[in-house]
């Protein structure tokens, strides 16, 4: 038997850490998650997209009553990037979420789909995207390329 270690390079930060496009792209996502539609889970998702050309782009989850045919903010946004923007490589991502009537934030991170299609994107764009999650202590944290929570990805079928 191999034992093999993997780690994870993930960095925290205080709010005033943030430089002005980290800090821009939390504000974002916070604003958009009040438009998230979650009737079902009372959970609110925003997040906001920073594209190679400067553009930010945001959006937030959207249930249905079949679960689980909702889509996860991270997936919509990244949909929505390759629409209609598909030679920007998107190169920040920022994520908030809260409960529906309650004012403090939770700490999340994107769950394995959204995972997945972010790998899928660095992939496309051959270019890791840089993470910035925001956690229930106001704190942030950073990861630079999805390997960081993603080690063992689903990434190429010949490998």
């Known amino acids: 038997m191999k034992k093999v270690n993997y780690t994870a390079e993930i960095e925290e930060l205080q709010p005033g850490e943030l430089n002005l ?14 438009h998230a539609y979650a009737p079902y889970s009372n959970f609110y998702v925003g997040a906001a997209l920073l594209l190679a050309n400067g553009e930010i782009l945001q959006s937030s989850n959207q249930e249905n009553v079949s679960f ?11 949909g929505y990037a390759g629409a209609n923007f598909p030679d920007q490589a998107p190169e920040m991502i920022a994520i908030v979420a809260h409960r529906g009537g309650d004012e403090r934030w939770a700490g999340v991170a994107p769950c394995g789909i959204c995972r997945q299609n972010i790998n899928e ?16 202590n106001g704190n942030v944290i950073r990861i630079h390329g999805i390997s960081n929570l993603l080690p063992l990805k689903f990434d190429d079928l010949n490998t």
Do not use: H, Y
């Open 68 to 78: 689980p045919a909702g889509t996860c903010a991270e997936r919509l946004l990244l």
């Open 121 to 136: 994107v660095e992939n496309r764009f051959s270019k890791p995207i840089t993470l910035l999650i925001l956690c229930a």
């Open 21 to 34: 496009i980290e800090q821009t792209l939390i504000d974002r996502a916070k604003a958009v998650s009040k």
